[in-house]
């Protein structure tokens, strides 16, 4: 069964915390993206990578980075956590143009 | 850039009875994919249903159907026989047929409750 794995499930982090939300995929993957959900917004794209230590930045970038130094690992990374940071982060991988992906179960961060 | 929109935050349906959800979308490319994912409280997003814009035939999966209208840049989902676990939030998603395109452009959502 291909997997898209998050290492949190819940992460609770104080403001101005260096904050890592790590995502592992099996399926060798070349597109790996992370997305934000909040409630009435949807999903939106943070930043996304095609390849091993290329990225591209997504619709919101501020305040977030990313790195991906093996095809199967994509990490974001909140520099200086903030409040306005509390949100649902959805992981989620791809190959080049098929349809649709294979997402991770997402990590609920608060930050207090 | 395309934009996605679901006007209903919420729906309710009977049980067994049939629901529509309704996305319009905003683009001026003429070749894309457009596609309905389901997120239930366990958060794991699953695909319901994904339709090629150069298809003129509406995707259809089990109880699951789309009503695509290109030129009204609309595509709604129906949910015949709903049951108790269809009850899930619903996203409608967008993406570029273009060769360099790669990410999903989602709607705000629907929340949709079965009830028994």
């Known amino acids: 069964d291909v997997k898209v794995t998050q290492s949190s499930r819940y992460l609770v982090k104080r403001t101005g915390e260096k904050v890592f939300l790590e995502c592992v995929q099996d399926?060798?993957?070349?597109?790996m993206f992370w997305y934000r959900q909040d409630p009435g917004l949807g999903l939106r794209l943070i930043y996304f990578s095609y390849d091993v230590k290329m990225k591209e930045k997504g619709d919101i970038p501020e305040g977030y980075s990313v790195s991906r130094e093996k095809k199967e690992r994509f990490s974001l990374i909140l520099e200086s956590a903030s409040t306005n940071q509390t949100s649902m982060y959805l992981c989620?991988?791809?190959?080049?143009?098929?349809?649709?992906?294979?997402f991770g179960s997402g990590t609920r961060l608060t930050v207090v | 850039a395309q934009t996605v929109t679901q006007s209903q935050p919420e729906m309710s349906v009977q049980e067994a009875e049939t629901v529509t959800l309704s996305c319009t979308y905003d683009t001026s490319e003429s070749d894309y994919y457009l596609f309905w994912y389901k997120q239930p409280p366990s958060r794991q997003m699953i695909l319901v249903i994904r339709?090629?814009?150069?298809?003129?035939q509406n995707a259809t999966e089990n109880r699951f159907s789309v009503n695509f209208q290109k030129a009204a840049k609309s595509f709604s989902l129906k949910i015949s026989d709903s049951q108790l676990g269809d009850a899930a939030m619903y996203f409608c998603?967008?993406?570029?047929?273009?060769?360099?395109?790669?990410?999903?452009?989602f709607g705000s959502g629907t929340q949709l409750t079965v009830l028994p």
């Open positions: 399926m060798d993957h070349e597109n």
């Open positions: 339709q090629e814009a150069y298809k003129q």
């Open positions: 989620a991988s791809s190959f080049p143009r098929v349809y649709g992906y294979t």
């Open positions: 998603a967008y993406r570029s047929a273009l060769g360099s395109a790669r990410q999903l452009t």
